[in-house]
């Protein structure tokens, strides 16, 4: 496995140039930079081309992560939206292809943060969301890209809750790049059993988020994190295992993941800096130390 931390731990903003965050991990000891696709529209050839050379040169895998906004939602019932949101994909997944990123994860199947004072018709938006994602998964394909369908907790998105839900979406869909995305903090709101959920999944999982029931760093709470290893190593998953540590308030990101409390107080870059070491360390031993 290799083992990687969301670029936003350290960020208020989803928007931001992702260059200092790739020498950073690399000092820090991870493998994986994951980066927002936020940035990526506005950004031209030789940009991109530069921050791939940046990760290759620092030897730094980079993966990708993404909430769709309202305009980008594929379960949309207005084929106005469902348009633009597969212009934006096409555009976005050529662009990871450049970047050599092998995977985009997250609610790329409807939009995120969920606005619920709207109705919602889940079976609809389901039904529209297979059709659809059907069409951009192919595009995915065509680009290398795996297209990483995020199970997300109930408040903050309503047609992929459990491990169980996303099987039988993806088993709709039917494109083999279509994969099964955890996250052990949606895991804990919406599980019966993390445990049970990570062998559901099997082989269909194609990325993994650690984080503790606070969205702190793992290791910083009370998840199972050996038994969460032991599944994994069970399954046979050898991808990549990536933190999303929410920590600061303030700006975009505070305000979209609802981080209203210092959760790192007192604490400077360095500090943060320091825990994140720590973090992956207790990472990289528990998970790879199993039978």
Partial sequence: MRYGIYFAYWANEWNVDYRPYIE??????????????AALPNMTHNQLVEL???????????????GPSASENLGSDDPAVV?????????????????????????VYSYWPVDYSKPIDKPGDWERSVTNVKTVARIAADNGVDYCLEVLNRFEGYLLNTAQEAKTFIAQVDEPNVKIMLDTFHMNIEEDNLIGAIHLAGSDLGHFHVGENNRRLPAAGGLPWQQIGQALHDIGYNRHVV?????????SVGRDI??????????????????????????????????
């Fill in 24 to 37: 950073k991990v690399a000092r820090l000891g991870f493998d994986v930079l994951e980066i927002s696709c």
């Fill in 52 to 66: 791939r050379t940046l990760a290759e040169d620092n030897g730094i895998s980079l993966t990708a992560g993404y």
């Fill in 83 to 107: 348009d633009n949101a597969t212009r934006f994909y096409t555009d976005i997944l050529q662009k990871l292809n450049l970047l050599n990123i092998p995977l985009l994860g997250g609610g």
């Fill in 243 to 251: 933190m999303e540590p929410f920590v600061l308030t303030g700006g």
């Fill in 258 to 291: 609802k981080v209203w409390r210092d959760m790192a107080p007192g604490k400077d870059e360095a500090a943060l800096d320091r825990d994140a070491t720590e973090s992956v360390a207790f990472l990289r031993s528990t998970f790879e130390d199993q039978n």
